[in-house]
């Protein structure tokens, strides 16, 4: 099955920026979507954005124009370049993969992703 490793996370002071890294085991073309979740202390896990299996990439509309995604094929990487940071932006970082296979397309939604890293924990203070 396909592991993912997320690596970049760190403390850094509200306007700053982050990129968070997930490294995924094959390829995902055409066979996963990936995504990137995040979950903050005491709060729901929440999509931040994807790419779907055709490569096309999608975030949530509240953090267009901070966090971008983007992804390097060639080395199986995924990146979530975060800027101007918020202290609400805190939380452990997840990456995630769901099987290209299943219908209902690639939503940005953490119960219709199978397999996920263990996080990488991003703090944002004031």
């Known amino acids: 099955q396909v592991q993912l490793v997320e690596s970049g996370g760190g403390s850094v002071r509200s306007g700053g920026s982050l990129r968070l890294t997930c490294s995924v085991s094959e390829s995902t073309t055409s066979r996963y979507c990936v995504g990137w979740f995040r979950q903050g202390a005491g709060k729901e896990r929440e999509g931040s954005a994807i790419v779907d299996s055709d490569n096309s990439i999608s975030s949530r509309e509240s953090l267009k124009g901070r966090f971008a995604v983007s992804q390097d094929i060639s080395r199986r990487q995924l990146y979530l370049q975060m800027s101007n940071l918020k202290e609400e932006d805190t939380g452990m970082y997840y990456c995630?993969?769901?099987?290209?296979?299943?219908?209902?397309?690639?939503?940005?939604?953490?119960?219709?992703?199978?397999?996920w890293g263990q996080g990488t924990q991003v703090t944002v203070s004031s």
């Open positions: 995630a993969a769901r099987e290209a296979r299943y219908s209902g397309g690639c939503p940005l939604r953490p119960s219709a992703f199978t397999f």
